[in-house]
Structure formats: structure tokens, C-alpha cells
């Protein structure tokens, strides 16, 4: 598969799990009032969000980098962020494997802003930034559904009885 293809098919398949991610937030209204489900919520969401956005600038200009290297430094600086965050909320209450290396988030993140920062690194791994980020957008993914089977398989009074 050429890069644009798989780009095109990533933003694609992204959009839609924040669609299906929509719908399984719209069936809970419980996880809304509560502000740590909330932000958990909130962070699959962008799990989401994030490789779908920086697909689709993969996809607008090949000729300019500029382009696909800011938006996925930004994205992937937002990414970091947001999960340093819920790190820090999820601490001492995290329970499955992806709950519990959330930090694998952060480094993938830390890849990707890398890559746009210095496209030229994945040289030393015998590919192009764009192979390389594109092998980390799929470890996002994989890292993001993870992350939003454990949330949803949680009962109701687990997540609000460790945030008392």
C-alpha cells in the first residue's frame, strides 16, 4: 500500500471510531457527570481524534512537508499533554494493562513530534518520516482501543469510588 493510501484509509477509519466513540458516550450520560469519567472519556476521544487529524494532513500537500510536519508536531504535543494529564488522574486507580502503560502513549507521542521535528531520524531505520509516523499511528490506535475497552468494561462505581 503507497502512503497515501494507507493515510487516507487511517483519517477514514479514525473519524469513524470518534463517531462510534459518540454514540458509546451518548448511551452512558452517567460518565458525563462524572468529571474523572469525563476526562477519561474525554481522552479516548482524542485518542481517536488526534491520528484521524493528522492523517488527513498527511494527505493535503505531498510536495510541502511543512504541512504534515506541523500538524503532527502540534498533534502529537496536544497527545502528550492530554495523557500527562490523565496519567497523573488515573494514578493509583488504573487496572488493566493499557490503563496501567498509558506512559507507551506519551513515548508514541514523543515519536511522532520527533519525526515532524526532525524527518531526517527516520533515515537511520531506512524509511521515510511518513513510514515511520505511520507505523506509530497504528500503535496509537491499537493503544487507544486498549484503552477504550478497559474504560467501558469497568462497572459504574469503580472509576467514582477511586476518585473520592
Not at 502512503?3 to 458525563?32: D, N, Q
Not at 507507551?104 to 511522532?112: E, F, N
Not at 515511520?132 to 482501543?145: D, E, M, P, T
Amino acid at each position: 500500500m503507497d502512503l497515501s493510501g494507507f493515510y487516507s484509509l487511517m483519517a477514514v477509519t479514525c473519524f469513524t471510531l470518534v463517531g462510534l466513540w459518540w454514540t458509546v458516550i451518548e448511551r452512558h450520560p452517567r460518565w458525563k457527570a462524572d468529571p474523572l469519567r469525563r476526562r477519561l472519556a474525554g481522552g479516548v476521544y482524542l485518542s481517536f481524534l488526534l491520528p484521524g487529524l493528522m492523517s488527513t494532513f498527511a494527505q493535503v500537500d505531498a510536495g510541502n512537508p511543512l504541512i504534515w510536519r506541523s500538524s503532527f508536531t502540534v498533534a502529537a504535543v496536544v497527545g502528550m499533554a492530554n495523557t500527562v494529564r490523565l496519567i497523573g488522574v488515573d494514578r493509583g486507580t488504573a487496572r488493566g494493562p493499557f490503563r496501567r502503560s498509558r506512559w507507551l502513549v506519551v513515548v508514541v507521542y514523543a515519536v511522532i513530534a520527533v519525526l515532524g521535528l526532525f524527518p531526517g531520524i527516520a533515515s537511520v531505520v531506512g524509511g521515510t518520516a511518513l513510514q515511520a509516523a505511520s507505523i506509530a499511528l497504528i500503535l496509537l490506535i491499537v493503544l487507544a482501543h486498549g484503552l477504550a475497552w478497559e474504560f467501558m468494561m469497568e462497572s459504574d462505581d469503580t472509576t467514582t469510588k477511586a476518585s473520592d
